[in-house]
Nanobody, 119 residues
Framework: QVQLVESGGGLVQPGGSLKLSCAASGRFSSINAMGWYRQAPGKQRELVTTITSSGRTNYADSVKGRFTISRDNGKNTVNLQMNSLKPEDTAVYYC?????????????WGQGTQVTVSS
C-alpha cells in the first residue's frame, strides 16, 4: 500500500506565501510523475503542476511565475512553493503520484490540505 501525506496548508493573506510538502511511503518500485491538483468549492479538481522523475515540469497558466514545484527523488517527496497568492488560489490541494509497482502504473492521491487566501 502506498501513502501520500501532505502538509503545509493554512491561512495566508493575499500576496503571501505558503509551502506545501508531500511524502510518499510504502512498497513501490519507482515514482514516475508527481504533482499537485486543487479543488475549490463547487468546482472540479484541476491540475496545478506536475514534475517528472527527470525534473521536467508543467504548470497551469494561472500559477505560472508564482508557484514552483520541486522533488527529492531520494526522499520520495514533492514540494510546492506558492508565492504571490491570490484569493482565487483558495482550494483544497491534493498531492498525486504515478507509481510503478510490480510492473503496473498506479495513481495515488493524498488526503488533501486546505489553502485559504484571505485578508
Amino acid at each position: 500500500q502506498v501513502q501520500l501525506v501532505e502538509s503545509g496548508g493554512g491561512l495566508v493573506q493575499p500576496g503571501g506565501s505558503l509551502k506545501l510538502s508531500c511524502a510518499a511511503s510504502g512498497r513501490f518500485s519507482s515514482i514516475n510523475a508527481m504533482g499537485w491538483y486543487r479543488q475549490a468549492p463547487g468546482k472540479q479538481r484541476e491540475l496545478v503542476t506536475t514534475i517528472t522523475s527527470s525534473g521536467r515540469t508543467n504548470y497551469a497558466d494561472s500559477v505560472k511565475g508564482r508557484f514552483t514545484i520541486s522533488r527529492d527523488n531520494g526522499k520520495n517527496t514533492v514540494n510546492l512553493q506558492m508565492n504571490s497568492l491570490k484569493p482565487e488560489d483558495t482550494a483544497v490541494y491534493y498531492c498525486n503520484a504515478l507509481i510503478t509497482y510490480q510492473g503496473v502504473l498506479h495513481s495515488y492521491w493524498g488526503q488533501g490540505t486546505q489553502v485559504t487566501v484571505s485578508s
